[in-house]
């Protein structure tokens, strides 16, 4: 059984905590430390999972007995603790973005190459069984060529103005949201980036002394020829009925496909918390039949993936097969921050962007 250990134990590691500590209940992991550089974050997360809790990832990662390492540092801090671990020979998951420079993901995958470690890149919007049958679809040419297609996902503004305020600026919706769907759509349509334009707006968030893009519109060509729009932003006023709002539509020569990736049918109004919409597609909490906490939804399934991967290399399985699969790896990664970079140039020069 492997030993995993978390860096950034945040809002988003205790994501993956809460997916490894379950698979540790099920006998597929050990979940044996922590790191996280904030002592208060570090000190009840610690307690929480009862694992041992580290102020710094080199001190965690020489002195535990890791086999794999999951890293949620904020965007722009994934790279060092990736390198660090891929020097030590620890398998690597790393949250969405890879890195947010194209060097950063090519010293990443070298560094995972040279030591021979897996780099996996946490993509969950390929486990989400809807986009699942749409890049089924597609990939069996039910609509054809794909000629265009939009894409938008949009946080409430809390998400930068009270979640992370520090870091938002480090970051932007290009690398928070659009990643996912830059990774999602190049996986539907099995096709790298080519050219980028992007125009954004620096209004309400720079007005709050926050300064980053509010939104951002971006025209992404792709190799086989489909151009996609997408439109992402986080300032969705906080009344807005879910954290967070997405979908996706694509046009081929033979057909069109749809997909409400937010609102899966269920809505409900209550007195205090006013409209709401799920998506307990992807995370759904209910309670097994000792009363705990069981977690489900592509949000845990690929952060399990991660354990499953180790656990089909260590059977011999061949990681050139493994590339086949569903799972993001470095490769995905880094196409996926080459769109984005391209994006974030266009932003600044107005001009059309290579991939
Ligand atoms: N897959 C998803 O759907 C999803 C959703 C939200 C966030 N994320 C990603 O997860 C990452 C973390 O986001 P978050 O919302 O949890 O942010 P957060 O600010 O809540 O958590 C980040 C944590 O990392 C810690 N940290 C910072 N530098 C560190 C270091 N060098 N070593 C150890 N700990 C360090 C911080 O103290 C903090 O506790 C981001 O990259 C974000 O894009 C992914």
């Not at 996996?120 to 049958?133: L, S």
């Not at 539907?188 to 050219?195: A, M, P, R, T």
């Not at 125009?199 to 020829?225: C, H, P």
């Not at 205090?272 to 597609?281: A, D, I, P, R």
Request: net charge negative.
């Amino acid at each position: 059984m492997k030993n995993i250990a978390v860096i950034g134990a945040g809002k988003f590691g205790t994501n993956l905590l809460n997916t490894f500590a379950q698979l540790e209940r099920q006998g597929r992991c050990h979940l044996v430390a922590i790191c996280d550089i904030n002592p208060e974050t570090l000190k009840t997360q610690s307690e929480k999972y009862r694992v041992n809790g580290y102020l710094d990832y080199r001190e965690m990662l020489t002195k535990e007995k890791i086999d794999g390492v999951a890293i949620a540092t904020p965007d722009p801090f994934h790279r060092e603790p990736a390198l660090y671990a891929a020097h030590l020979g620890k398998h690597i998951l790393v949250e969405k973005p890879m890195d947010t420079t194209v060097e950063g993901c090519l010293e990443m995958i070298e560094a995972c190459n040279k030591n021979n470690v897996l780099l996996q890149v946490d993509f969950h919007k390929r486990f989400d069984p809807y986009h699942r049958e749409i890049a089924k679809n597609v990939r069996e040419g039910k609509i054809g060529r794909v000629e265009y297609g939009y894409v938008h996902m949009e946080d409430r503004i809390e998400v930068p103005a009270k979640w992370f305020p520090s870091w938002a600026p480090k970051s932007s919706p290009v690398w928070f949201l659009g990643i996912h769907f830059f990774d999602l759509i190049r996986w539907i349509l099995s096709s790298d980036g080519k050219k980028v334009y992007a125009t954004g707006k620096k209004w309400k968030l720079k007005s709050l002394g926050i300064d980053t893009y509010d939104s951002v519109s971006a025209m992404v060509e792709f190799r086989n020829g489909a151009v996609v729009t997408f439109d992402v932003s986080w300032i969705l006023p906080e009344k807005f009925e879910a954290i967070v709002n997405q979908g996706l539509r694509l046009v081929g020569e033979k057909g069109v496909i749809e997909c409400d990736s937010q609102d899966r049918g269920t809505r409900v109004c209550f007195e205090q918390e006013g409209m709401m919409t799920y998506n307990l597609g992807f995370l759904s909490e209910t309670q097994d039949k000792f009363g705990r906490i069981e977690y489900s939804g592509y949000g845990i399934e690929s952060i399990a993936d991660f354990v499953y991967n180790l656990e089909y290399l260590e059977k011999g399985g061949s990681p050139e097969q493994l590339k086949k699969a569903i799972s993001g790896l470095g490769h995905d990664g880094l196409e996926a921050t080459k769109i984005a970079v391209a994006v974030q140039r266009s932003l600044e020069t107005g001009q059309v962007e290579e991939v």
